[in-house]
Every structure is written in C-alpha cells, then in structure tokens.
C-alpha cells in the first residue's frame, strides 16, 4: 500500500548478566593485581582484631596467597556469608559510612577475590570446638565442611584470575608484582606497628616484623640506616592529631616512593596535604628531590567522606584548608626545633673553656699605648725604611722583604701576558686551517662548557649533557649486545638495600650485569659487588646502586620508558661527567669526537639541545650596537 509504513518488531536486546559475569567484571575493580588482594585479606584480618598475621606467596601471588590470622574467626555462617557480594559486618546502614574506623566497609573483596580465583577459608571462634571449612571455584561454593582450626582465619587464594586468562597475560614479571605486593605490605606493616607481621615468598622469609614502637617498625622495614634520619613531628588541635616522623632534607630523593599518609590508620594519597608538607621544606631541599614522610592523621570520621574511590585510598575532607595549615606549621616548626635550620647555639656549655685558658684577675695586665717621642716624621734619617716596625723604643727590620708586593705584580704580568699570546695566536689561525687545528682550540668556560670556533662563528657544548649522550648510546648498544665491559674491584663490598630496592635490584639483575656489573646475591636483602663498568668513576658501589635504582625509578614513574632504555639513562646520569668538573684538553678533545659519533649528537637526555652555534654576524652585530 502506498505511503505505508512496515513496522518490524526488533527483539530486546539489554539483560542481565549472569552471576559469574557480573562478579568477574565488578572483581576487576578491586583485585587488579596480586597486589590487591593481599591489601584487602590484611586488613580482614586487622578489623578482625588480630595481632600476628603471616603473609605467604608462591610465584608473587599468581600461584598462592596465603594470609594467616588470629583473630576473632567466623561462625559457620558468618563464613558463608562473607563471601556474598555487598554482604558485610562493618556497616548497617547508609549513615555508618561517617563513623567508620575500619578498613573494609563494602562487602566486596571476599566476593571479587572467590570469582577469579580458587578459595579455601578455613576459620574458628575461640569459643567453637570445631571451625568452618569452605572451598570456593569461581563464586561457586564446592564444598563446606567442619573442621579442625586454630582461632582465627586462613584464607588462601590460588591460581589468581585463572578464568581470566586475558586479565591474568596482563600482570607482569614475579619481581615487579613482588615489589607491588611489598609496597602494599609496608603500607598495612606502618599503619599497624604493635601487630607481629611475617611475609614469606618461595620459601624465603621477607620480613619479620614484631610488634614494637613506630619508630623501630620503620626502621625495620626501611632498614638501620634510616634510625639518623627521621625527626618527629607531633600536633594536637581540637580538628586532627598529628604524629609521625619526616626525613632530615640532606636525604630527601629523587622520587615520591617514601611519602606515607594515615587518616586513622588508613593510607591515603592526597596531592594537597603532600604539597602542604613539601611547602614545609621550603628552601631547605635541592631541586627536584622529595623528602621521605610518615605523618598520622586522626581525625573524627563525621568529619571525613572515605567512600569516593574503589581502593579506598582517596579521602574527602570538611575543613581541608585548616588541616593544610595545621601540617605546614607542624612540620616547619619540628624542623626547626630540631635544628635542621641553621642556627646559633647560645646555650653549649664549655663553648670557650675548652678553647682559652683564662688567667687569674691579679695576673691581667691593661692595654697600654707605646709611641717614640723622638719620632719627626720631617726627619728623612730618622724614618724607618719601608717594612720596618717599631718596638720597645727602636726600629727593627721586618723579616718579609720590603718588595713582596712588587712579586705579585710580575708573576701577575706575565700570566696576562701568556694569555693575551694566547688569544692573539688562537685567533691568527685562518678559515681553511680551523678544521686541521679546532682540537688544540677548545676552550672550556666555567667548568660547564666547552667552547670551539667554526667556520662560521663559535660553537658551544654542555659538557655533562654531551657526556650523558655519549654514555646513554654505548649502555644502550652493550644491553642489546651483552658486552658491557666491568672492572673487578679490589676489595667486594656487601650492599645492604630496603626489601622494595632488593626485589627491584633482583628484577633488573640480568641487565645490569649486562653493562658490566658483577653482583651476586648474599643473604637476605644484601648483594656482593666484585665489579663495576669500566665508564664508572665512582668506586663507591652502595652509592652507586642507590643512584642507579633512584635514577631508574624515577624515569618510570616520570616517563615511563622501556626497561633497557631507562637502565641506560639512569647509568649514564650517574656515571657522567658532571657540571662544574674541570677537564683536560685531551679529555675535551675526546668528548667531542665520541659525541659526533653519536646518532643524535645535539639532543640531550632530557630533551634539551647539547649544542648551540653563534653565526659571525650575530656576534658582529652585537658589537655594532
């Protein structure tokens, strides 16, 4: 029929997701890594009262997690229940949110972990004769049974993601998850110094933190070296009490790893309380370093909102402008009180005892004023020859020689004399014969740069950046090749690094050796280095692994590079000749020739050019103004 319409009846097409799906999808939010789940089984177990947990991997998570409490355990329904979504003991209603000091409150991670993964819990109340067994596959309840338990839980988690095989390809190396499970680790191990915590990997045992003050807990986790640096800080105010510890500025770093914030024993990150902190240090840090702080905020939770982020880890506040300045004022006056400030010391004892020995007051003899009577300065005999002196009533000739004066001005002479010879005979030389002799014209300004004439003006280098150029190709072209060339050193020293540097240093292992390192593992946490690369002038191999893993870390977190091509960088930051070095002629003429040898000679590592040219009628024209 003309002009009709044919309606056609289109099927629906939105529905449901099945159970499995939709707890698959939602788990991707709060388990993205091993990592995760580590996080939310810890504080399970510290909001169930436990004070030892033990912590146990295999493969970095992927194959075991293992998380051991003894705490309040379950009832056999409570243990069931605690697998089901949005099912939880924290809360009750809606308004519970903004008076909650626990660390879960969701429902969400016993269920998000049970779809990825496989699950046995096994958990007992101290009053129950028997506990509660139940192995869990993918949200699906297998099996639940009475068993033999100690008080408490032990939950363990296997084979993460394997019905995820897409989201289990994406996790990386054992040492990289490692080091994300260790960072989780130490954030719970902080937040939490009076619970006795064990982490163990492979067999190996990680950490052994018993239960002791805030203080010896960070130093057990970031290790001795770190007792010297920290300076307490401590604020009571009716909006937040504060108390923690910041680093001493001679030891801030090159990256962010080291900054610590709790919100009632919760670890936050939050930009405006950390540059509140960072305002705190205010000329008192180098450019682009960062000082290490573990600051401890409790404040009324009605005051606070925690549920904006799935992790958790990002809070809302009522008066944030307050708390800002409350933080600033704490640690700037710590700082000071502790004398990280340059100051004067008025109240030392013995400060000039020990320096001068004070005489009797019967010995003390006044000052008195001696002049010669018979002096006339009109009478040309009597006036005492130049470097003379007068004393006790007569003239006595001064041991320096009268004409002391004029040594100076010779020597002086002829220093200008040599280098007026020198500009005169370096500019004599010819267009056609810069090429044959611009070696031997390299000059070096301000122990920065170095300066050679062209054919057509001057040009100007940077030293350390040409240096850093000529470093980071050759590390580069010796970690693709493996033939980094290291010099054995005389005596091997131990290296002693923070859990997190450790599993870093054994990810990057294989390439470093690459360069030319020789290391070998040596107990817990400790490497030996027999050798260092050849290029390394540095012979100080704890600082020279320190820089290198700072260097690297901060490459990553900044730029994100490639493994290889920021272990390069990062070497050849640390291994170059630095600003303000001063160098031979050999050693400019040497630089220069590597860096036209490179592949991009004028770009630095950062970007920025190495070399600058001036034409001649740029510098003419500045003479004609």
């Known amino acids: 029929m003309a002009g009709s319409r044919i309606r056609i009846n289109m099927p629906d097409i939105i529905q449901l997701l099945p159970d499995a799906v939709a707890n698959q999808i939602a788990a991707g939010e709060v388990v993205q890594r091993p990592a995760s789940a580590v996080k939310e089984l810890i504080e399970n177990a510290v909001d169930a009262g436990a004070n030892k947990i033990q912590v146990i991997l295999k493969d970095a998570g992927k194959a075991l997690i293992q998380v051991i409490d003894n705490g309040c355990g379950m009832s056999p329904t409570d243990a069931r229940m605690s697998f089901e979504r949005h099912a939880t003991s924290k809360i009750k209603k809606a308004d519970d949110l903004f008076a909650i000091r626990t660390m879960g409150f969701r429902g969400e991670a016993m269920a998000s972990i049970a779809a990825i993964a496989q699950v046995e819990l096994k958990t007992r109340r101290y009053e129950d004769e028997l506990g509660t067994m139940i192995y869990i596959e993918g949200s699906e309840v297998v099996k639940q049974e009475a068993c033999y338990a100690d008080t408490g839980t032990s939950i363990s988690v296997k084979n993460l993601f394997y019905n995820t095989p897409a989201r289990r390809n994406f996790l990386k190396s054992n040492p990289v998850e490692l080091r994300h499970i260790i960072d989780e680790f130490q954030r719970v191990a902080l937040a939490n110094p009076k619970i006795f915590l064990t982490l163990h990997h492979d067999g190996q045992e990680v950490f052994h933190l018993p239960s002791t003050a805030l203080k010896q807990r960070i130093v057990h986790l970031l290790g001795n070296n770190y007792n010297q640096r920290l300076v307490p800080v401590e604020e009571d105010t009716n909006i937040i009490n504060l108390h923690g510890f910041v680093g001493k500025p001679e030891f801030a770093r090159k990256t962010r790893g080291e900054q610590f914030f709790f919100v009632n024993n919760r670890f936050i990150r939050d930009a405006y309380l950390n540059h509140a902190v960072l305002s705190a240090f205010q000329e008192l840090l180098p450019d682009e370093t960062f000082p290490l702080y573990i600051l401890y905020i409790d404040i009324d939770p009605s005051k606070i909102d925690i549920n904006v982020h799935p992790t958790k880890t990002e809070i809302k506040y009522q008066d944030e402008k307050s708390i800002y300045a409350i933080i600033r004022s704490a640690v700037k006056r710590s700082l000071g009180r502790y004398n990280i400030t340059p100051s004067l010391d008025f109240d030392q004892e013995n400060s000039i005892e020990h320096l001068v020995t004070l005489k009797p007051l019967d010995e003390i003899v006044a000052p008195k004023i001696i002049f010669n009577p018979d002096f006339n300065p009109f009478n040309e005999d009597k006036e005492p020859s130049k470097g003379n002196y007068y004393k006790d009533g007569a003239y006595k000739q001064s ?118 390192f020789d290391i070998r593992e040596f107990g817990k946490n400790t490497v030996v280095v027999e050798g260092i690369p050849a290029d390394l002038n540095n012979t100080n191999e704890n600082e020279i692994l320190e820089q290198l893993l700072e260097e690297y870390k901060n490459n990553q977190s900044d730029l994100k590079l490639d493994k290889r091509d920021s272990l390069a960088k990062s070497l050849a930051r640390n291994a170059a000749t630095k600003a303000g070095t001063k160098m031979t002629n050999e050693e400019m003429e040497l630089l220069v020739d590597q860096l036209f040898a490179c592949q991009m000679p004028n770009l630095a590592l950062n970007g920025k050019l190495i070399i600058t040219t001036f034409a001649m009628s740029e510098l003419l024209a500045r003479f004609e103004k």
């Open 399 to 516: 041991p320096i020689p009268s004409n002391w004066d004029t040594l100076y001005e010779i020597s002086k002479k002829e220093e200008v004399t040599q280098k007026t010879t020198y500009i005169e005979e370096k500019y004599t030389v010819t267009d056609t014969e810069v090429n044959k002799v611009i070696a031997s014209q390299l000059v070096q300004i301000h122990n920065r740069f170095i300066l050679s004439p062209i054919k057509s003006g001057i040009m100007l280098i940077n030293q350390q950046a040409a240096h850093e150029r000529v470093l980071y190709e050759r590390f580069l072209q010796q970690l693709q090749n493996h033939s980094g060339l290291g010099q054995q050193s005389l005596f091997p020293q131990s290296v002693t690094l923070n859990s997190g540097d450790f599993a870093l240093l054994t990810e990057l292992l294989p390439d470093i050796k690459a360069l030319g």
